[in-house]
């Protein structure tokens, strides 16, 4: 049973910083291209962060977070991990991982989130 679990949201202060994890169970986890998206109310569904390819370490990020969140995975403990700083009431959401299989262009699977709320 494929399953990602996230956890380590919460109500931070602007500034704060927060980091989430993102176990992963079911799966190849050190196969798969891991990502983090976002969705703030009203809003759409955004990608924060992810990785450039499988068994790299550099990652894509939107340009609202880029120098601010860094993505990173510990493919030992089956984790993928975003750091986030200097959080700003605008990076409120809820924040998922994924995780796309090598070779597809579509996300295989998607956990279940994690609030992040910011206060200004």
């Known amino acids: 049973q494929v399953q990602l679990v996230e956890s380590g949201g919460g109500l931070v202060q602007t500034g704060d910083s927060l980091r989430l994890s993102c176990l992963a169970s079911?799966?190849?986890?050190?196969?798969?291209?891991m990502s983090w998206y976002r969705q703030a109310p009203g809003k759409e569904r955004e990608l924060v962060a992810a990785f450039i390819s499988t068994g790299g370490i550099l990652g894509n990020y939107a340009d609202s977070v880029k120098g601010r969140f860094i993505i990173s995975r510990n493919n030992a403990k089956n984790t993928v991990y975003l750091q986030m700083n200097s959080l700003k009431p605008e990076d409120t959401a809820v924040y998922y991982c994924?995780?796309?299989?090598?070779?597809?262009?579509?996300?295989?699977?998607w956990g279940q989130g994690t609030q992040v709320t910011v206060s200004s």
């Open positions: 079911g799966f190849t986890f050190s196969r798969y291209r």
């Open positions: 994924t995780a796309r299989s090598p070779g597809s262009s579509l996300i295989d699977y």
